[in-house]
């Protein structure tokens, strides 16, 4: 099969829609259960190719966790501990396979964003992923291969309409690539440069240390960059994307967007949230935006109205600026990923307020000195790349 009819496009008034191969060669996925729209296959496609990417450069097992053809998360296969199973929601005796450990990372970077996404795998999903999986809100999947008591459960999802998409794990796209606007089409090169450590070597800040926990996340970084729309900042820890800023017009407003996630990551890992009473049989998203909504400064008009009785057993004490600043303030080890260059040190400076220890950016701007002296102003390592990853 060479072309797909969809629902429609980007909008329910945009139809026709289809996915087709325009050499007739046969599509290099197959649809396994339910319809995707044009949306959810431009996630797919993404998704794929970044964990695709990151098993590649790193031998780990890799997940994504796609909204609107940006990663709201992606991770690598690495153990959860029992702080992680407690913040993700997994039942602490739990067995956790190494694809699953990945896809529960990369949902729990942003778990609000996480809602509705669509899933990536760079291994087959097994059981343990999918029973994960089944109890939260997705529109999809994308994996190279199912078992076959995975696919079960998973076909229970939505209805019986959840959309599981098999792709070739084989197939390399054409060395040029097309695709209209507003009737013109435009035609690139397909962005197949290499990530790897080779582009970590040139270190320009006069603290040198790169332990190679960094140098994985650095790769982690740049590899969710080269698949978010620009601008775009990635700020990583221990194998995994714990903000992205997507889409933004200026970089520190980028900046800004992935430290705010990065620090709302941290915060949830703070003994009074950990320790919040969610009432019985509460639905996961409405727990989710009860902690977001506790973690923000509306929690003390919440909890003053008495809001909090339909989602915590009893009233929650606020956890106050003072102790939020506290905490963050413990926050060391993170590395930061730039898209392009940091074109003032502000991105340092902000960067910096959450925990960055390392950071790695193309470099280039006629500012890098600066830049360069901010990260020296805080014994932050600094790599510099040479390689731009726009992606729109």
């Not at 996961?284 to 009785?309: H, K």
Request: hydrophobic fraction near 40%.
């Amino acid at each position: 099969m060479n072309e797909l009819e969809l629902k429609y496009g980007c909008n329910p008034n945009q139809k026709p829609a289809r996915v087709f191969m325009k050499n007739g060669a046969a599509l290099p996925f197959t649809v396994l259960n339910g319809k995707p729209g044009y949306i959810n296959l431009l996630d797919a496609f993404n998704s794929w190719q970044l964990v695709r990417e990151l098993k590649e450069a790193t031998g780990l097992p890799a997940a994504a966790s796609f909204k609107h053809v940006s990663p709201a998360g992606a991770a690598l296969g690495l153990p959860l501990d029992e702080v992680d199973k407690r913040v993700y929601f997994v039942a602490l005796d739990a067995a956790l396979s190494p694809i699953a450990c990945a896809y529960i990372r990369a949902r729990g970077a942003d778990r609000l964003c996480s809602y509705g996404d669509w899933a990536a795998l760079s291994d087959e999903c097994d059981a343990a992923t999918a029973a994960y999986l089944k109890n939260e809100v997705s529109d999809g999947i994308i994996a190279p291969a199912y078992s076959d008591e995975a696919l079960a459960i998973l076909k229970t999802k939505k209805g019986g309409k959840y959309n599981i998409v098999q792709i070739d794990p084989a197939y390399t796209p054409a060395p040029l690539e097309q695709k209209d606007v507003f009737g013109i089409t435009f035609e690139q090169g397909h962005n197949d440069c290499k990530i790897d450590e080779s582009l970590l070597t040139n270190i320009v800040t006069e603290n040198k240390d790169l332990p190679e926990g960094a140098k994985r996340d650095m790769l982690l970084a740049l590899i969710t960059l080269k698949y978010t729309q620009s601008n775009s900042v990635c700020y990583v820890k221990d194998g995994q994307a714990i903000g992205v800023g997507a889409g933004q017009q200026s970089r520190i407003h980028c900046t800004r967007l992935a430290g705010q996630k990065a620090d709302n990551w941290y915060l949830r890992r703070h003994p009074k949230v950990l320790a919040l009473s969610f009432v019985d049989d509460i639905r996961r998203p409405d727990r989710d935006n009860a902690i977001d909504v506790y973690l923000s400064d509306e929690c003390d008009d919440v909890l003053a109205d008495g809001a909090w009785q339909r989602v915590f057993q009893e009233r929650p004490e606020a956890l106050t600026g003072e102790e939020k600043r506290a905490w963050l303030a413990q926050q060391r080890g993170v590395t930061v990923g730039s898209d392009a260059f940091f074109p003032f040190g502000d991105n340092v400076e902000r960067a910096r307020k959450s925990g960055a220890s390392y950071i790695v950016e193309p470099g280039g701007s006629i500012r890098d000195d600066n830049v360069i002296e901010t990260a020296n102003r805080y014994g932050i390592t600094m790599t510099f790349t040479g390689m731009r990853l726009f992606h729109h």
